[in-house]
């Protein structure tokens, strides 16, 4: 962990929602000014490799994200716990999603 604290990120959660993760984030690619944003991913007992695919794809076409990945179940609440303290330890606000969610393509304006 680094000492410095960042503006702003958008920290997902995910589980195995593979379709839905997909389509949140192909919509926040397309979000103006998001190569601008951090992206932290919590990744929650990845069963199907699928979905750990295709978030390491994205975080390779995006050198501004990253993620986690727990071989167990750690449970919505824990892990939204977990990574609300990481991200609040490295950045002044947070945008918190979950990989089932659909954003407006001004969120970055609405919320940051």
């Not at 503006?7 to 995910?14: E, L, M, T």
């Not at 992206?39 to 986690?68: C, G, M, R, W």
């Not at 179940?73 to 824990?78: A, E, R, V």
Request: aromatic share 8%; net charge negative.
């Amino acid at each position: 962990m680094n000492n410095t604290i960042n503006a702003c990120c958008i920290c997902i959660f995910a589980y195995r929602k593979l379709r839905s993760l997909k389509n949140l984030l192909d919509r926040l690619q397309s979000i103006d000014k998001f190569s601008s944003v951090d992206v932290v991913i919590f990744l929650d007992a990845p069963i199907d490799t699928a979905v750990e695919e295709l978030i390491i794809e994205f975080v390779q076409k995006h050198p501004n994200s990253t993620y986690f990945a727990r071989n167990y179940n750690h449970g919505l609440k824990n892990s939204i716990l977990s990574g609300l303290e990481y991200c609040s330890q490295n950045y002044s606000k947070t945008i918190v999603l979950e990989d089932d969610l659909l954003v407006s393509t001004n969120l970055l304006e609405s919320l940051n």
